[in-house]
């Protein structure tokens, strides 16, 4: 059953003249300061959108489930006993009470804390304590826990949309399909278990990370510690993001826009294409020199590409609004308040249930955790400090504009192939001025959402 | 990583003692160590252990990095937990899992200049109470829980981080150096704000 949600709420359409905020070469700064446009987000984008809530293998078997969130509603992302998934509003029927205070379990019933009513779930009323002292009928299904209407998988990524007219996922998705099948693709089998979380935060506007997910401008200067730090002992100082140095717009990795928001950071393209070429170029990593001459004497000449599974894969694949492949990472963006969000760079491990590692899967993971702990202790620390002092500088009311406009009006820079995709040297801003785009016209939108309940 | 064993590989260069050993046996002593017939109630042990965790702690608060990594072993583990139990790090990525190339790592980091998570940098001040000292199998091991609470002050407000250590000390030639130390923060499962400076 479909509910039509008519209450007064902020509509985004109606706030702004949206084409003065986004303007070809720049933004207003309100759009990263104003509590009103983030209370609008939350249904304009967060709630009209297909936003990723997790991974299907945070919820492997059924009646598994994990907390999360879709925008600020609170989520019981879970795998019913019949193994449907589904997103239930954590918000019990009766008061409001979330009904479920854990970060993941297992359960058939969800029983609320404060007075008692059960749940299956499936978001159906199970029973209401002293049902005699009521003289409703709890079959109505508007006792029963509301839910996204809208939740589907593409390839063990869970999205989930209240917007009954937004594409299927998969036309969401577009063309950014491609790059998400290749990154699962190199994985034995093309899977990924998720295997816990550098959890970070900053005081900041969630867009500040959706903008710095696609930009090669920032790298040599926000990440220079790093740099420095990762090839302090190298012989040829390669190590990591090395191919930003010098003339990076020069270099074959591109930036690309891909429609309904996401782009497309490949980076790929710098590194040797042969089996060890991304093991060459990772980072020193704790157990590194061990593993990887166990693996060769194991292995011989495999063991190179085995050792690429730990090697971080130079891509950043950003789904628009709050999902993003980085290197090994799913990298999920939540936005808190207007000024804080939670950017969760969640472990990826490699399955290799087929055995296609020959015997090699629990040590190339015990070296694919330590590579992936390199960038969140040492890189994206400096990039939140500097979104920090973004929205710390946003406070000058006076001077208005956030500019964006880099490789913009130069003859020839960025390309636009016959799919749409649109292609640009790697520190353009063109992802930007793109994703801003769709970014306005959803602002501009009235989406009717709605939630579901069982009937 | 038995405290006698013979260091074929300079450790500040190469990562050969991180292998499957060093994790089992990570696993295993961090999980069943804090046994009450276990706890040595001497005062002069738990004194002794006790100043060095302090002195540990003034070290970091005053940023002398040198003397602070010249109170480990060569072949050393930085380890702060991303879930309440400690985990399985074969298997779970942590907040920080640091072998003794990846602390100096972090301390050239920190002193490029380019850090800007750390420029300015944090002032803090650390307590460090409720120290006990468990025995182990070992006569040259001990392991001690402290607990302990950071104030950190950076830019525009001071805060909080609490929690507890576990410490693997192993005596080598006279001296107690500490081989593992694991940092139990107690929201280490919950989003960070800035977590950049050695704990």
Same mark, same amino acid.
């Given at each position: 059953?479909?509910?039509?949600?008519?209450?007064?709420?902020?509509?985004?359409?109606?706030?702004?003249?949206?084409?003065?905020?986004?303007?070809?070469?720049?933004?207003?700064?309100?759009?990263?300061?104003?509590?009103?446009?983030?209370?609008?987000?939350?249904?304009?984008?967060?709630?009209?959108?297909?936003?990723?809530?997790?991974?299907?293998?945070?919820?492997?078997?059924?009646?598994?489930?994990?907390?999360?969130?879709?925008?600020?509603?609170?989520?019981?992302?879970?795998?019913?006993?019949?193994?449907?998934?589904?997103?239930?509003?954590?918000?019990?029927?009766?008061?409001?009470?979330?009904?479920?205070?854990?970060?993941?379990?297992?359960?058939?019933?969800?029983?609320?804390?404060?007075?008692?009513?059960?749940?299956?779930?499936?978001?159906?009323?199970?029973?209401?304590?002293?049902?005699?002292?009521?003289?409703?009928?709890?079959?109505?299904?508007?006792?029963?826990?509301?839910?996204?209407?809208?939740?589907?998988?593409?390839?063990?990524?869970?999205?989930?949309?209240?917007?009954?007219?937004?594409?299927?996922?998969?036309?969401?998705?577009?063309?950014?399909?491609?790059?998400?099948?290749?990154?699962?693709?190199? +994985?034995?089998?093309?899977? $990924?278990? /998720?295997? !816990?979380? %550098?959890?970070?935060? @900053?005081?900041?506007?969630?867009?500040?990370?959706?903008?710095?997910?696609?930009?090669?401008?920032?790298?040599?200067?926000?990440?220079?510690?790093?740099?420095?730090?990762?090839?302090?002992?190298?012989?040829?100082?390669?190590?990591?993001?090395?191919?930003?140095?010098?003339?990076?717009?020069?270099?074959?990795?591109?930036?690309?826009?891909?429609?309904?928001?996401?782009?497309?950071?490949?980076?790929?393209?710098?590194?040797?294409?042969?089996?060890?070429?991304?093991?060459?170029?990772?980072?020193?990593?704790?157990?590194?020199?061990?593993?990887?001459?166990?693996?060769?004497?194991?292995?011989?000449?495999?063991?190179?590409?085995?050792?690429?599974?730990?090697?971080?894969?130079?891509?950043?694949?950003?789904?628009?609004?709050?999902?993003?492949?980085?290197?090994?990472?799913? +990298?999920?963006?939540?936005? $808190?308040? /207007?000024? !804080?969000? %939670?950017?969760?760079? @969640?472990?990826?491990?490699?399955?290799?249930?087929?055995?296609?590692?020959?015997?090699?899967?629990?040590?190339?993971?015990?070296?694919?955790?330590?590579?992936?702990?390199?960038?969140?202790?040492?890189?994206?620390?400096?990039?939140?400090?500097?979104?920090?002092?973004?929205?710390?500088?946003?406070?000058?009311?006076?001077?208005?504009?956030?500019?964006?406009?880099?490789?913009?009006?130069?003859?020839?820079?960025?390309?636009?192939?016959?799919?749409?995709?649109?292609?640009?040297?790697?520190?353009?801003?063109?992802?930007?001025?793109?994703?801003?785009?769709?970014?306005?016209?959803?602002?501009?939108?009235?989406?009717?959402?709605?939630?579901?309940?069982?009937? | 990583?038995?405290?006698?064993?013979?260091?074929?590989?300079?450790?500040?260069?190469?990562?050969?003692?991180?292998?499957?050993?060093?994790?089992?046996?990570?696993?295993?002593?961090?999980?069943?160590?804090?046994?009450?017939?276990?706890?040595?109630?001497?005062?002069?042990?738990?004194?002794?252990?006790?100043?060095?965790?302090?002195?540990?702690?003034?070290?970091?608060?005053?940023?002398?990095?040198?003397?602070?990594?010249?109170?480990?072993?060569?072949?050393?583990?930085?380890?702060?937990?991303?879930?309440?139990?400690?985990?399985?790090?074969?298997?779970?990525?942590?907040?920080?899992?640091?072998?003794?190339?990846?602390?100096?790592?972090?301390?050239?980091?920190?002193?490029?200049?380019?850090?800007?998570?750390?420029?300015?940098?944090?002032?803090?001040?650390?307590?460090?109470?409720?120290?006990?000292?468990?025995?182990?199998?070992?006569?040259?091991?001990?392991?001690?829980?402290?607990?302990?609470?950071?104030?950190?002050?950076?830019?525009?407000?001071?805060?909080?981080?609490?929690?507890?250590?576990?410490?693997?000390?192993?005596?080598?030639?006279?001296?107690?150096?500490?081989?593992?130390?694991?940092?139990?923060?107690?929201?280490?499962?919950?989003?960070?704000?800035?977590?950049?400076?050695?704990?």
């Amino acid at each position: 059953m479909l509910e039509k949600l008519n209450a007064s709420r902020i509509e985004g359409a109606d706030l702004y003249d949206w084409d003065e905020l986004v303007q070809e070469d720049r933004v207003h700064r309100l759009i990263y300061t104003d509590p009103a446009i983030f209370t609008a987000e939350m249904t304009n984008i967060f709630g009209a959108v297909w936003v990723y809530l997790g991974h299907e293998s945070q919820i492997p078997a059924n009646d598994d489930y994990i907390t999360v969130r879709l925008g600020l509603r609170p989520i019981i992302l879970l795998r019913d006993s019949q193994g449907k998934i589904r997103a239930l509003f954590n918000r019990c029927a009766h008061r409001g009470t979330t009904l479920c205070r854990k970060d993941k379990g297992s359960a058939r019933i969800f029983t609320c804390p404060y007075h008692g009513w059960s749940y299956l779930n499936t978001g159906k009323l199970r029973a209401v304590p002293w049902p005699d002292g009521y003289a409703c009928d709890f079959n109505d299904a508007k006792y029963n826990v509301a839910q996204v209407p809208r939740v589907d998988s593409y390839r063990g990524f869970i999205f989930a949309t209240l917007n009954p007219d937004a594409p299927s996922l998969i036309d969401y998705l577009g063309a950014i399909t491609k790059p998400i099948d290749e990154w699962l693709d190199r +994985q034995p089998k093309g899977r $990924i278990r /998720v295997c !816990e979380a %550098n959890r970070l935060k @900053y005081k900041g506007n969630w867009k500040l990370a959706y903008d710095n997910s696609g930009d090669g401008y920032h790298v040599v200067f926000s990440h220079r510690s790093l740099l420095e730090m990762e090839n302090r002992q190298a012989d040829v100082a390669n190590k990591g993001m090395s191919y930003y140095k010098g003339s990076p717009d020069t270099a074959p990795m591109y930036i690309a826009y891909m429609g309904n928001g996401h782009h497309f950071k490949d980076k790929r393209p710098n590194i040797q294409k042969r089996a060890g070429g991304l093991w060459a170029v990772e980072g020193p990593a704790p157990g590194s020199e061990h593993y990887a001459e166990a693996l060769r004497r194991r292995f011989g000449a495999k063991a190179e590409e085995i050792l690429d599974l730990a090697s971080s894969e130079p891509v950043n694949i950003n789904v628009f609004p709050n999902f993003s492949l980085l290197g090994n990472h799913i +990298q999920v963006f939540e936005p $808190i308040s /207007v000024d !804080e969000t %939670n950017v969760t760079w @969640y472990g990826t491990a490699v399955v290799d249930e087929d055995d296609t590692l020959r015997g090699a899967v629990d040590e190339i993971n015990a070296l694919r955790m330590r590579t992936q702990e390199q960038f969140p202790n040492f890189g994206e620390v400096d990039d939140l400090a500097n979104f920090e002092e973004i929205q710390r500088g946003l406070a000058c009311q006076e001077d208005e504009w956030i500019y964006m406009h880099r490789g913009l009006g130069i003859p020839g820079r960025v390309k636009t192939d016959d799919n749409g995709i649109i292609t640009a040297p790697a520190t353009d801003e063109v992802f930007m001025r793109e994703y801003i785009k769709e970014w306005k016209r959803l602002m501009k939108a009235t989406p009717k959402l709605v939630v579901q309940r069982e009937p | 990583m038995s405290a006698n064993m013979q260091t074929v590989h300079d450790p500040t260069v190469s990562s050969y003692y991180v292998n499957d050993e060093l994790y089992r046996n990570l696993v295993e002593n961090f999980t069943d160590w804090q046994r009450e017939e276990l706890a040595i109630a001497v005062p002069e042990v738990r004194d002794r252990f006790r100043l060095l965790i302090e002195r540990e702690a003034r070290l970091l608060d005053e940023l002398r990095f040198d003397e602070w990594l010249a109170m480990y072993s060569p072949e050393c583990i930085y380890w702060v937990p991303g879930t309440p139990e400690g985990g399985d790090p074969r298997r779970e990525i942590a907040v920080s899992f640091d072998d003794r190339r990846r602390m100096e790592d972090r301390i050239y980091r920190l002193r490029t200049g380019y850090a800007w998570s750390q420029a300015p940098k944090s002032r803090t001040v650390r307590m460090i109470s409720n120290v006990e000292v468990f025995a182990t199998s070992e006569s040259a091991v001990r392991m001690v829980r402290s607990n302990f609470l950071i104030s950190e002050f950076r830019v525009d407000g001071t805060r909080f981080l609490s929690g507890w250590c576990g410490h693997r000390f192993v005596e080598r030639a006279g001296r107690w150096e500490i081989q593992v130390r694991q940092v139990n923060l107690i929201d280490c499962d919950r989003n960070l704000r800035n977590p950049s400076i050695v704990l």
